[in-house]
């Protein structure tokens, strides 16, 4: 219930009183006057995100729209099918790799019995022979669990069995039958994976349009982008005009428009930010419907998505986090309407059996993030659960908006095709990789358990671990540093260190105690922390040690009286590289050797300074 307004002319009831609330928070942080702030201070917690897009710290009546459109009905942004089965809520997919087709039959079937409602199966190089796909399917009712294949280059050969098996399976209706063939020649050729070109997806769409059954045969597969660092409106915008290079292909090609959009669906990444994974999909669904409008067919632009969660958030360092990134990322993708939703395992950043535990086991905690959602939560019991949220709807609009400006550009530069060729999309999506991966190095982007609050007792990964991987992960910068840290524990039996030298007592020094201890272990250096110790016992102290880097620890007006002894002291003592946390203005005094030789401070280039750390320690 909103505040009661003392004037009455307040736009919004209490938003005058909570701005001035605002600005008597924001004067004493920032320790000035409240008349030295702006006349909206509010505007001075709003942030950015990487589409340039505004979130503001409230979203009241005045931000509210109007109410779209019923789930099922066009523009589809409130969810595609207004008829979901709300006892079952989104498919619960999961993806099934392996080379042995009868023990992937297993896992299939078993999996379907303990909650997985729609199956992604791999199929060709790596994974199940083409010809064994039969035995892979046994046992399968695909008229109750969805099939999404996997197959590369061999799609067409995968096809071809599935069909096979199709032909002879029994059912009262057969376009209850839901299959995806999942070509994906061009945003394979963004991503430089193996595919059937266009006129072979375009061949494949025709004989799908044929079948009896429900079958899409391409996938808009925006993941592509998302894994090389796209944001989200540049996933979204460079899918839609993806999208659109294939419904060109498929019309020159004779396809009626309604057909051609019947052989295309969406798979898009859901990551921990809720807000903007429910917005994405939602967003998503209004662009192609509008694509469909434009088209002449609107009743027919709604296409099916698919989430996974976001392989680039996804660590290698204390990877047990994941598990809590994919149930916000598999919450955001279900509130968000998504049709399946896939949540890969916590350990997929890693090798096989890297941390000791089962494929099963993983497979089955993400299995079940999807099952607590849906069964615990009952977030499938409601069509549309974020409508009528000032935030999401505003959220959706602006992000629907900046990603359809991107598919324009695209458009001008000629097309899908054509803006790939000319180098536009990896341009664009190369320049928010490096904003997102400056963020993360100076950590005002967090990713916990790598760049803030990490884990330095875990066990060194292994060599095949160590392996740059193709996709951007946030936090791949600091875990390098990490592995450079394993690399020497594992030569020298210890880890690269350095000495913390506090001043005063521990009230004026533990905050930069701590801060400090964080940083250097995010970057696979390991603290010495002496304990409370005098001016007079930082060379013993430093002795005992074995250390050749120092950090000083304490408040701004201890740093004034004692920084330039205790950097004396050090240096006497056989350090070679005195640090100090903090900024370097509370030592402007100071000068030649009593100088500290670098500065520990909260907006550093943190992976910068510890790359040069780990260099003079040897690693």
């Known amino acids: 219930m909103p505040i009661a307004s003392d004037s009455g002319t307040e736009p919004v009831p209490g938003y005058a009183a909570w701005r001035k609330g605002v600005a008597g928070v924001l004067a004493k942080a920032r320790k000035v006057d409240v008349s030295e702030l702006p006349d909206e201070p509010e505007k001075l917690l709003a942030v950015k995100t990487y589409d340039g897009l505004t979130v503001n710290p409230l979203y009241t009546r005045r931000d509210e ?173 460079a899918a839609i005009a993806a999208g659109l290079e294939y419904l060109r292909a498929l019309t020159d090609a ?96 890693l090798p096989a059996g890297e941390l000791g535990v089962s494929q099963a086991f993983s497979q089955r905690m993400a299995r079940n993030t999807q099952l607590l959602l849906l069964e615990e939560s009952h977030l499938g019991h409601v069509q549309d659960p974020a409508a009528g949220s000032w935030y999401v709807d505003s959220l959706t609009d602006e992000l629907a908006a900046k990603a359809w400006e991107f598919m324009q550009e695209i458009e001008q530069a000629g097309g899908y095709l054509a803006a790939l060729q000319a180098g536009l999309l990896a341009e664009r999506i190369a320049a928010t990789k490096a904003e997102r991966d400056s963020d993360v190095a100076h950590r005002k982007t967090a990713v916990t358990g790598v760049n803030e609050f990490p884990n330095l007792a875990e066990q060194p990964l292994s060599e095949a671990a160590r392996v740059p991987a193709a996709t951007a992960r946030y936090g791949a910068a600091f875990e390098e540093l990490r592995n450079r840290s394993d690399a020497f524990l594992i030569a020298n039996g210890a880890r690269p260190k350095a000495l913390l030298v506090p001043l005063g007592p521990v009230a004026e020094n533990n905050v930069r105690v701590t801060f400090t201890a964080n940083l250097l272990a995010s970057g696979g250096i390991e603290s010495v922390h002496p304990g409370a110790i005098g001016l007079d016992e930082i060379g013993k102290a430093a002795a005992e040690s074995g250390a050749s880097i120092a950090v000083l620890c304490g408040a701004d007006k201890r740093y004034a009286a004692e920084a330039g002894t205790a950097v004396d002291a050090l240096r006497a003592a056989g350090i070679t590289t005195v640090l100090l946390a903090g900024p370097e203005k509370v030592v402007a005094d100071l000068t030649g050797t009593s100088r500290p030789d670098g500065f520990v401070a909260a907006r550093i280039d943190a992976v910068a300074a510890l790359s040069g750390l780990l260099e003079k320690l040897g690693a």
């Open 65 to 237: 729209l109007p109410e779209q459109p019923l789930p099922g009905q066009f523009p589809f942004v409130r969810g595609g099918d207004a008829t979901r089965d709300v006892h079952r809520g989104w498919y619960v997919s999961q993806r099934f790799g392996g080379t042995d087709a009868k023990s992937v039959n297993e896992e299939i079937l078993s999996a379907l019995e303990n909650g997985v409602s729609a199956v992604w199966l791999s199929v060709g190089a790596n994974a199940v022979p083409v010809a064994d796909l039969p035995v892979a399917i046994q046992g399968m009712l695909f008229d109750l669990a969805p099939l999404t294949l996997h197959a590369g280059a061999e799609v067409n050969e995968a096809a071809a069995q599935l069909f096979s098996v199709l032909d002879g399976y029994q059912a009262e209706d057969r376009k209850a039958i839901r299959v995806s063939l999942g070509a994906t020649p061009l945003t394979s050729l963004f991503a430089g994976s193996s595919a059937i070109d266009l006129d072979g997806a375009v061949t494949l769409a025709q004989q799908a349009v044929a079948r009896l059954e429900t079958v899409r045969a391409i996938t808009v597969c925006g993941i592509a982008f998302h894994n090389q660092g796209a944001s989200d409106a540049q996933e979204l915008g």
């Open 254 to 349: 004779g396809a009626d428009i309604a057909d051609a959009l019947g052989q295309l669906e969406f798979r898009f990444a859901a990551t921990d930010d809720q807000f903007e994974t429910i917005a994405k999909f939602r967003a998503a669904r209004r662009l192609w419907a509008r694509v469909a409008q434009v088209c002449g067919a609107p009743d027919f632009g709604n296409a099916p998505q698919q989430a996974v969660t976001s392989p680039a958030m996804m660590t290698q360092r204390d990877p047990w986090v994941n598990m809590l990134r994919t149930t916000l990322a598999a919450f955001g993708a279900g509130v968000g309407g998504a049709d399946y939703v896939t949540v890969l395992p916590f350990d997929d950043a």
